[in-house]
Each structure stands twice: as C-alpha cells, then as structure tokens.
C-alpha cells in the first residue's frame, strides 16, 4: 500500500513537471520542425500517462509476485488492437498511439485491481492504507538507486535521439520504424 502511495505521490509531480517541460524538451533535442506538433502531441499524452504507467507497474509487479504473468500481459494486446483502430481509422495519427498505451495501461490497472482484490493471499483492511514512515524511508532508499539507474539510460536515448534529429525527420523515421 505504501508502494501504492508513493507511486501516486510521485508521479503526480513528476507529470506536472514533464507536461509543463514538454516544448522546451523538444526544442533541446532539436527535434525537426516538420515534425514538431506530431512529436509534442505524442509526448504530452504520454507524459499525462505517468501516474497510470506507475500505478500499472506497481501493480503488476504485486501480481507478478503471485506468480500471474498472464493477466498483465492483456495491456499489450490491448495496446496493439487500440493502435490500429486509433492510428489509421480514428485518423488520430501519433496522438493514437500514445493514447492507445495509455488507455491500455489504465485498463490493464483496472484488471490487475481486479484480481487483487479477489485474491485470497492479500487482504487489505482500512488500517494498511495508513502510511508507515519506516517502510516509505525503505521504498525510498531502494527506488531512488534504481530510479537513477533507469536515468541514466533514459538519459542516453535522449542523447541519441537528439543526435539523430539533427539529421532531419526522415531519419527519425527510420530510427523510428526500426
């Protein structure tokens, strides 16, 4: 629950702090201008996504822990079939794709709920959502290693990526598609 907490808690800051950084990110990364509004559309719907990729992390690192690496598994699908209805039939372009992981993931999240709370190994009662300072310092002091750690490669894609939009949209492209 604390895990749950904190999730929510930090991904509510970070999505208001990405959002609002979403141009001037693009413009660091010198992406394109034919391909600018495509580009900003595309992150933005993502960046609004963080609190739900969070929560379905969390939540699918609870159920995996069960030993169920089926039912999570759905988001992928899921993210395929909304792709192709979203991208070409809705004629929503980029834009589709992210909202097709995002609905994805939130629907994912809902089933993951779901089977938590039907299953007998966890039952949670009114008194666990109380937030325990001992064991947030302990999430805190594992997460944050591997927060940075996740950073640094993130980090590096960004670079790459920047690179590679000096190079025009054509190449983005074809990074892109392969």
């Not at 808690?9 to 609002?20: D, G, W």
């Not at 609190?51 to 995996?64: A, D, E, G, T």
């Not at 899921?78 to 991208?87: A, C, K, S, T, Y």
Request: proline letters at 3%.
């Amino acid at each position: 629950v604390n895990a749950i907490l904190l999730a929510v808690t930090f991904s509510l800051v970070i999505t208001a702090v990405v959002c609002a950084l979403c141009s001037p990110l693009l413009g660091w990364m010198n992406t394109p201008s034919d391909i600018v509004d495509d580009a900003y559309a595309y992150i933005f719907v993502i960046f609004l996504g963080i609190p739900v990729v969070f929560i379905y992390n969390v939540l699918f690192s609870i159920i995996r822990s069960l030993g169920d690496s089926r039912t999570p598994v759905i988001c992928s699908l899921l993210n395929v079939v909304l792709d192709l209805l979203f991208i070409v039939p809705f004629g929503m372009g980029v834009e589709g794709a992210a909202w097709a992981t995002v609905i994805s993931q939130a629907v994912s999240s809902l089933l993951c709920v779901r089977y938590i709370r039907h299953c007998d190994l966890i039952v949670l009662t009114r008194r666990d959502w109380k937030l325990d300072k001992t064991c947030v310092k302990r999430l805190i002091g594992m997460g944050v290693p591997t927060g940075l750690q996740y950073s640094i490669t993130a980090i590096g894609s960004i670079v790459l990526q920047a690179s590679v939009n000096l190079l025009g949209s054509s190449y983005v492209a074809s990074v892109a598609a392969g």
